[in-house]
């Protein structure tokens, strides 16, 4: 069974950092496509994020750029994402997401398994 649980959410005031976590279990780590999104309140899930088996590759919206970083540890079947400088407007819940297979999608329908979510809220 697979499971991917995400952990580091929480409050922050603007211009602070959070790292989030996904921890994963039940796949072939090193085998998946790992992707973060975000979905805030009335608004449809969002791409942030995407990273490639070993890392080598990675993606990021354009809102995210030259302040979020995806990365991943295979060795302890983890992904991370490193927000610095957070805005009020990247509050909602992030969910870490895996692919089977060497494709980086950046939409929700190429991922087949997801996290619960966590929570992230920046106050102005």
């Known amino acids: 069974q697979v499971q991917l649980v995400e952990s580091g959410g929480g409050l922050v005031q603007a211009g602070g950092s959070l790292r989030l976590t996904c921890s994963s279990s039940g796949l072939t780590f090193s085998r998946h496509s790992m992707g973060w999104f975000r979905q805030a309140p009335g608004k449809e899930r969002e791409f942030v994020a995407a990273?490639?088996?070993?890392?080598?590759?990675?993606y990021k919206a354009d809102s995210v750029k030259g302040r979020f970083t995806i990365s991943r540890d295979n060795a302890k079947n983890t992904l991370y994402l490193q927000m610095n400088s957070l805005k009020p407007e990247d509050t909602a819940v992030y969910y870490c997401?895996?692919?089977?297979?060497?494709?980086?999608?950046?939409?929700?329908?190429?991922?087949?398994?997801w996290g619960q979510g966590t929570q992230v809220t920046v106050s102005s």
């Open positions: 990273i490639s088996w070993f890392g080598g590759s990675t």
């Open positions: 997401a895996a692919r089977t297979g060497a494709n980086i999608p950046t939409t929700t329908t190429g991922y087949n398994y």
